[in-house]
């Protein structure tokens, strides 16, 4: 079974950029994640979608980080525009269903360096 | 937010030894797991506990659940190289969000 897949795996821009993350979870997962890791840190959720609706978007900051997940499958999380501190790794994770959340699956990560 | 800590942040012991690392929160949580991140990668689930008390078993690591649900425990015994890595608690709320923990950075050194 093919696991989370996260494109690009790094990326490299300037602040006030704009920039895109792809993300394609496990077939069948209804429950999708996206967290940023800063180093040192551990992951902070920052929008979950059911299907292809939201269910929690509270720690997104909206001014500059928008997610879509169109027809239920892959999703996009953009940042527009970026700033020094956007600097982390963004994960991508999949699960079941809801009430299954605590059995994620990641993908690798794409590591967002902000000059 | 329910906030996790977790203690030691890093530890480095030699190939063999015995290690126990800790995940402490003053909230109560419906679950907890337990990740191990390496390098370049997501993290990848390692266990899940559910009740008070529980203890489970993989291999050489032992995750043990606190009776009152709001911290936990991870012991590995005779640690190898392969045990390096970073290990993520995440305690899942009522409305399943997981809240991870900044992780305990543990290396074994052959």
Redesign the interface.
Known sequence: EAG?AQSPRYKIIEKRQSVAFWCNPISGHATLYWYQQIL??????LI?FQNNGVV?DSQLPKDRFSAERLKGVDSTLKIQPAKLEDSAVY?C?SSLI????????????T?LTVT | TQLLEQSPQFLSIQEGENLTVYCNSSSVFSSLQWYRQEPGEGPVLLVTVVTGGEVKKLKRLTFQFGDARKDSSLHITAAQPGDTGLYLCAGADGNNRLAFGKGNQVVVIP
Not at chain 1, 40 to 45: I, R
Not at chain 1, 98 to 109: I, L, M, N
């Open positions: 989370v040192g840190q551990g992951p902070k959720l979950q929690d994960l994770a809801r009430g299954a959340s605590y059995e994620q699956y990641f993908g690798p990560g590591r």
